[in-house]
């Protein structure tokens, strides 16, 4: 039996008191934003010419991206391949892609010097094939393009039967109901095509994200800097699509207090050791073929960081995960995908900042202030957007059984009792 009603708008007030304090950390960072916009990059960070780049890109947008992967490994899952069981997780992590693209964007034009110009690419007669750069640039303007149009459905669902518009503008009710009409079912039949071309284009950015430090080998640390960059790169995010739902979801389910969906995401997690086991071997060849396990005995910030990435989002989640029992758990659960997320975050990091070195370096980076408030407050705003929709519009489905958690089960047992 479907234990699962129909996505629902959840029925919650918006101003919890943890929204309270992510709306005071989203203002803060509001107004650090507002203060790089007017005084520019020189005054709002602590960048220069030898490190170009900072968290705004490592963070905000490489991470971000990264984070995003949910969405088109969801899509692919329960869509492409008719996993239908997967269903009732796809709205809340297509949500969780458009909103983390959306704010990928958001970042990236923080860390823009001419934030006014981020159209250009739009036009062909400014189109540069030969830049990495342009190709991360448009697929990922195609691809947000595609998540709101994928996203366009639910907001349908919510108003279709139900438009009441006031006063003078009641005489539009029919007409408004026929365009939400004919656009749910031209939406529903084209719905598969826009999935697989949201797919193709993830695994084409993923991977170029990684290919732009592969054009700098002589300022990468050897731990890090390989031709298969692109390679571990779209691997890893597809490693942490999984994950980033778990993530997601047992946080939704705590926040307005539903029920978690643990069979489900049991399931689907069985899929993530197995990803995180294919690319810990890749990486190990690597390092073998590279001849680059020497540096990992250096006492030294690369060294520490790299066995941190690797032990931390990769090994202890890949052996808690292994284990079926452990996948029952919400706690197990929760602890192996936040590890994995830290991992990624960890991992961008490591690329474009701890293992990047000018060949002339003479100072060392660190975020400033500006830096920092932006970076929380963009994923404060991010988490209250997310909750603001949840609750206004059919995005998650509720179990139908009473809540109680089982934390640990053996194989014989059922999963949810109730």
């Given at each position: 039996?479907?234990?699962?009603?129909?996505?629902?708008?959840?029925?919650?007030?918006?101003?919890?008191?943890?929204?309270?304090?992510?709306?005071?950390?989203?203002?803060?960072?509001?107004?650090?934003?507002?203060?790089?916009?007017?005084?520019?990059?020189?005054?709002?960070?602590?960048?220069?010419?030898?490190?170009?780049?900072?968290?705004?890109?490592?963070?905000?947008?490489?991470?971000?991206?990264?984070?995003?992967?949910?969405?088109?490994?969801?899509?692919?899952?329960?869509?492409?391949?008719?996993?239908?069981?997967?269903?009732?997780?796809?709205?809340?992590?297509?949500?969780?892609?458009?909103?983390?693209?959306?704010?990928?964007?958001?970042?990236?034009?923080?860390?823009?010097?001419?934030?006014?110009?981020?159209?250009?690419?739009?036009?062909?007669?400014?189109?540069?094939?030969?830049?990495?750069?342009?190709?991360?640039?448009?697929?990922?303007?195609?691809?947000?393009?595609?998540?709101?149009?994928?996203?366009?459905?639910?907001?349908?669902?919510?108003?279709?039967?139900?438009?009441?518009?006031?006063?003078?503008?009641?005489?539009?009710?029919?007409?408004?109901?026929?365009?939400?009409?004919?656009?749910?079912?031209?939406?529903?039949?084209?719905?598969?095509?826009?999935?697989?071309?949201?797919?193709?284009?993830?695994?084409?950015?993923?991977?170029?994200?990684?290919?732009?430090?592969?054009?700098?080998?002589?300022?990468?640390?050897?731990?890090?800097?390989?031709?298969?960059?692109?390679?571990?790169?779209?691997?890893?995010?597809?490693?942490?699509?999984?994950?980033?739902?778990?993530?997601?979801?047992?946080?939704?389910?705590?926040?307005?207090?539903?029920?978690?969906?643990?069979?489900?995401?049991?399931?689907?997690?069985?899929?993530?050791?197995?990803?995180?086991?294919?690319?810990?071997?890749?990486?190990?060849?690597?390092?073998?073929?590279?001849?680059?396990?020497?540096?990992?005995?250096?006492?030294?910030?690369?060294?520490?960081?790299?066995?941190?990435?690797?032990?931390?989002?990769?090994?202890?989640?890949?052996?808690?995960?292994?284990?079926?029992?452990?996948?029952?758990?919400?706690?197990?659960?929760?602890?192996?995908?936040?590890?994995?997320?830290?991992?990624?975050l960890i991992n961008r990091i490591n690329v474009f900042l701890i293992a990047y070195t000018p060949l002339y370096s003479s100072s060392f980076y660190f975020p400033s202030f500006i830096e920092i408030v932006v970076t929380i407050g963009l994923m404060c705003g991010l988490v209250l957007i997310y909750r603001f929709l949840v609750i206004h519009l059919p995005v998650i489905s509720i179990q139908r059984v009473k809540y109680k958690i089982v934390s640990k089960i053996p194989a014989s047992k059922s999963v949810l009792e109730g």
């Amino acid at each position: 039996m479907n234990n699962h009603e129909a996505p629902t708008p959840i029925n919650s007030k918006f101003f919890s008191k943890g929204a309270i304090v992510l709306s005071i950390f989203t203002l803060i960072g509001a107004l650090g934003y507002l203060y790089r916009l007017i005084y520019g990059l020189g005054a709002a960070t602590n960048l220069d010419n030898q490190f170009p780049w900072g968290i705004w890109i490592a963070i905000d947008v490489a991470t971000g991206v990264a984070l995003a992967a949910g969405g088109f490994t969801t899509a692919a899952l329960a869509d492409i391949f008719h996993r239908d069981k997967y269903h009732s997780l796809t709205r809340p992590a297509l949500l969780t892609a458009m909103l983390g693209y959306t704010f990928v964007v958001v970042g990236l034009l923080a860390d823009l010097g001419k934030y006014y110009n981020v159209w250009h690419p739009m036009l062909p007669s400014m189109w540069q094939g030969n830049s990495v750069l342009f190709e991360v640039g448009l697929c990922v303007t195609i691809y947000l393009t595609i998540l709101y149009i994928e996203f366009f459905p639910i907001v349908i669902e919510k108003f279709m039967g139900h438009v009441k518009l006031p006063g003078i503008l009641s005489k539009y009710n029919s007409l408004v109901e026929s365009f939400l009409r004919i656009s749910n079912r031209t939406l529903y039949r084209l719905l598969s095509l826009f999935i697989i071309a949201g797919v193709v284009l993830s695994c084409l950015h993923q991977s170029s994200l990684g290919t732009l430090m592969v054009i700098a080998p002589y300022k990468m640390h050897a731990l890090w800097y390989t031709p298969i960059l692109p390679l571990l790169f779209l691997l890893s995010a597809v490693t942490v699509g999984f994950p980033m739902v778990i993530f997601e979801s047992i946080l939704s389910s705590w926040s307005f207090k539903l029920k978690p969906e643990i069979k489900t995401l049991a399931s689907i997690a069985k899929y993530t050791p197995i990803l995180l086991f294919c690319y810990l071997s890749i990486k190990v060849a690597d390092l073998a073929i590279r001849n680059a396990f020497g540096y990992l005995g250096e006492i030294n910030i690369q060294s520490f960081y790299f066995i941190l990435e690797m032990v931390i989002g990769v090994i202890i989640p890949m052996v808690i995960l292994f284990q079926r029992d452990k996948r029952y758990s919400i706690k197990y659960l929760f602890l192996s995908a936040s590890c994995i997320i830290f991992g990624i975050l960890i991992n961008r990091i490591n690329v474009f900042l701890i293992a990047y070195t000018p060949l002339y370096s003479s100072s060392f980076y660190f975020p400033s202030f500006i830096e920092i408030v932006v970076t929380i407050g963009l994923m404060c705003g991010l988490v209250l957007i997310y909750r603001f929709l949840v609750i206004h519009l059919p995005v998650i489905s509720i179990q139908r059984v009473k809540y109680k958690i089982v934390s640990k089960i053996p194989a014989s047992k059922s999963v949810l009792e109730g």
